[in-house]
């Protein structure tokens, strides 16, 4: 059998990439799709989840790369003819599929890959080159972008995926060719080919096609943006107005460092830098969970084995600002979910008049507040939770 293809049958490399990429495809579609149903509630389960991920993610980044070897192999090779281009309609189907195929072979796994170099979290590719690609920022907008262009893309290279396999069995079964014998191995007779029309009009169909899939993935990812939503925190009187401020936190999970940041939260604020040491105000913070960003295990933080922010839509921080020598400290109750617990959280303070910098670092037990409750191996996901809170504040004027 010949390497190379011609005008009327194809070479071994052509259909080693062909039966190759039909290998990964089919493995990748229905792996991701079971890893999605996956629980991870446990221990097992999380890592479960996890691996089977990573291994979808892994193998769709090598499907991308067989992909653009394939393309590339192909553009310099003759392309045989169809046996039935003298049937206009079946022609132009054939062709459509054909362009859709290649479309999907780079759209689906290169927008899964992007979204995951966009995503702080868990299931890492198994490569040793690192999460990130050059130009692509970690950005949760960017994140759900490319999610959803991959999840339509997988639903255009299903249907191709069909169409192309009902077409081979109709040459086989119905027309009796062998257009799906001259993709295997030996070289099948071939009877003469019909006159061949070469016409742009399948690609373009399939350039108006993947315009579509793409746009309906960017209506789907403004959709997801705005499901996104936080509770509707009441407005607080306080003595301090917040200009600025992030509450950060960050999780450990596989032995991954995954950032994320809680996007509204109220704080009233009582303080008089003028009192001696003890009680010098007092602060009640109030976070929206539903608010809270944390890569691509945002989902699961939501879920009600860790935040559970369905049913507890708010943490509440209350405390008394005390005065001691060598600074400042919050001692008080934090209430997340339903448990409420003591805490002191020494912070640093600068002052310039009426403007005031605060910067607290704490690190929390996670089991403290039953978030987790199921994981208990820090393999999977640490115990500690560090958060980082930053604001700046203005002085109500009288």
């Known amino acids: 059998m010949a390497l190379t293809n011609t005008d009327v049958r194809y070479g071994g490399v052509t259909k080693t990439f062909h039966w190759l990429t039909a290998l990964l495809i089919l493995s990748l579609i229905p792996m991701g799709w079971y890893a999605n149903q996956l629980p991870y509630e446990t221990d097992a389960q999380l890592a479960q989840k996890a691996w089977l991920f990573s291994l979808h993610k892994t193998l769709g980044v090598a499907a991308f790369f067989v992909a653009v070897l394939r393309i590339l192999w192909a553009i310099s090779q003759p392309k045989p003819g169809l046996l039935n281009a003298d049937h206009r309609t079946e022609s132009f189907v054939a062709g459509l599929v054909h362009w859709l195929l290649y479309g999907a072979l780079v759209i689906v796994p290169l ?6 170099a966009a995503a702080a979290g868990f299931a890492p590719i198994w490569w040793p080159f690192g999460q990130s690609l050059p130009l692509v920022p970690k950005s949760v907008s960017v994140e759900h972008f490319f999610s959803s262009i991959h999840w339509v ?21 119905i027309d009796g060719d062998a257009t799906l014998r001259r993709m295997l191995p030996g ?8 006159a061949q029309r070469h016409s742009k009009t399948p690609f373009v169909a399939a350039l108006a096609v993947w315009f579509v899939a793409v746009g309906l993935g960017a209506v789907l990812a403004s959709g997801e943006k705005e499901a996104v939503t936080t509770v509707d925190l009441a407005e607080v009187a306080s003595d301090w107005t917040v200009e600025e401020g992030t509450i950060e936190i960050t999780v450990v999970q596989f032995g991954n460092t995954v950032t994320g940041s809680f996007a509204d939260w109220t704080a009233a604020i009582t303080f008089d830098e003028t009192a001696p040491i003890g009680a010098a105000g007092t602060v009640t913070t109030t976070v929206a969970i539903p608010s809270l960003t944390l890569g691509s295990v945002t989902q699961q933080a939501m879920g009600a084995d860790f935040f559970d922010a369905n049913t507890y839509a708010t943490a509440v921080f209350d405390a008394v600002i005390q005065r001691a020598a060598d600074g400042y400290e919050a001692q008080g109750t934090l209430q997340i ?3 409420i617990v003591p805490l002191t ?3 640093g303070l600068a002052l310039d008049g009426d403007r ?5 670092d704490l690190t929390l037990d996670r089991r403290d507040f039953g978030i987790g409750a199921n994981v208990n191996d820090e393999a999977s996901l640490a115990f500690a939770v560090t958060v980082d809170i930053r604001l700046t504040a203005n002085r109500a004027t009288q």
């Open 356 to 360: 005031a910098e605060m910067r607290a």
């Open 337 to 339: 979910k339903d448990q």
């Open 153 to 173: 893309a997988t639903k255009v290279l299903v249907a191709s995926l069909l169409l192309h396999i009902a077409g081979a069995f109709k040459h086989h079964l």
């Open 345 to 347: 959280m020494p912070f």
């Open 187 to 194: 070289e099948p007779v071939v009877g003469p080919l019909p």
């Open 111 to 116: 927008s899964g890959w992007i979204s995951h």
